[in-house]
């Protein structure tokens, strides 16, 4: 793994194992803020307070914390299950600056937690916050409808095509309650019918830095 600095200032890495970077280059902060705070956890902390989470991509662990400290200051229960199939080691998220990046130094322990916690076991963070992390594919989940949000941050279809089929967003569809949202950075023609084929609504939004849109479907 090869950390960057991304233009807004925040860390990346990239996966020579897959040849994309975690994140955006235009700004790894910014993107998880535009993508999966605004465009995803704020539209459901408008509706409900107590929100079942499913991250697709655990990767740095960015969302996970962002998404902690956006609970605490909204006053939000959240219950965040994150999959990641090829976990970055505790070395790789120490060098990290998304604490400073924040504006919160202080929370750098809390974010390391993340990637402390023990796999496939649910730890409670805060009264906000509760945390799950599995060690699996996205193609071996399945589950029941628990899920109101689903932040889908998998590497880009051409990277990891076997992420992106009807198959796999027909079981993510299985698994969320109805009126569930998930959103992505991906906006690409073939990736929406692919959603409307597994049964979701697809709206179109202004994407972040250096995309010119993203996806939010709604079940």
Request: aromatic letters at 12%; glycine letters at 6%; charged letters at 25%.
């Amino acid at each position: 793994m090869e950390l960057i600095v991304t233009q807004d200032g925040s860390h990346s890495v990239f996966s020579s194992r897959f040849g994309v970077t975690y994140h955006s280059k235009f700004g790894a902060v910014t993107e998880s803020a535009h993508v999966f705070i605004n465009a995803g956890l704020r539209y459901k902390a408008a509706v409900q307070h107590e929100i079942a989470l499913l991250e697709v991509g655990f990767g740095s662990g960015l969302n996970a914390f962002m998404t902690w400290l956006e609970a605490e200051r909204r006053n939000l229960r959240v219950r965040y299950t994150a999959l990641e199939a090829f976990p970055l080691d505790e070395t790789e998220a120490a060098q990290f600056n998304f604490a400073e990046q924040l504006g919160v130094p202080d929370r750098q322990e809390d974010f390391m937690a993340l990637h402390r916690c023990p796999w496939g076991e649910p730890v409670v963070l805060s009264e906000a916050f509760t945390f799950e992390k599995r060690l699996q594919t996205l193609e071996s989940f399945a589950s029941p409808p628990l899920f109101d949000l689903v932040y889908f941050d998998a590497f880009a279809p051409q990277a990891q095509p076997e992420l992106w089929t009807e198959e796999i967003f027909t079981a993510l569809y299985a698994a969320m309650r109805p009126e569930g949202v998930l959103v992505t950075y991906c906006a690409q023609g073939h990736f929406k019918r692919t959603l409307k084929k597994a049964g979701f609504e697809v709206e179109r939004l202004q994407g972040p830095p250096g995309k010119r849109e993203m996806t939010r479907a709604l079940k």
